[in-house]
């Protein structure tokens, strides 16, 4: 059982800058696989940005260079650091943690905003 609670979204004019949050907790040590995931409206949810237990990171190409996902061990954390965000990034932002043992898990979402 893992449990993921995300923060840090908001509202933030275009350019501007946003750092997203995961706390996960439960069965942590068994997560090997992290990542953000995004649905805007009207379209489908996409995979944003992912990390591996071991530091490997991917991401969409269209946040490449400004989107940085990084993990906290000590504090059970991961981020999505978000920079010159665009308009078109506006959508619901969620954490997942998968693992083999008991599937993957997603936190609740939360809503980034980016005006024009």
């Known amino acids: 059982q893992v449990q993921l609670v995300e923060s840090g979204g908001g509202l933030v004019q275009a350019g501007g800058s946003l750092r997203l949050s995961c706390a996960a907790s439960?069965?942590?040590?068994?997560?090997?696989?992290m990542g953000w995931s995004r649905r805007a409206p009207g379209k489908q949810r996409e995979l944003v940005a992912s990390?591996?237990?071991?530091?490997?990171?991917n991401y969409v190409e269209s946040v490449k260079g400004r989107f940085t996902i990084s993990r906290d061990n000590a504090k059970n954390t991961m981020y999505l650091q978000m920079n010159s965000l665009k308009p078109e990034d506006t959508a619901v932002y969620y954490c997942?943690?998968?693992?083999?043992?008991?599937?993957?898990?997603w936190g609740q979402g939360t809503q980034v905003t980016v005006s024009s």
């Open positions: 990390i591996t237990s071991g530091g490997s990171t």
């Open positions: 997942s943690a998968h693992t083999i043992r008991y599937g993957t898990y």
């Open positions: 439960g069965s942590i040590s068994s997560i090997y696989h």
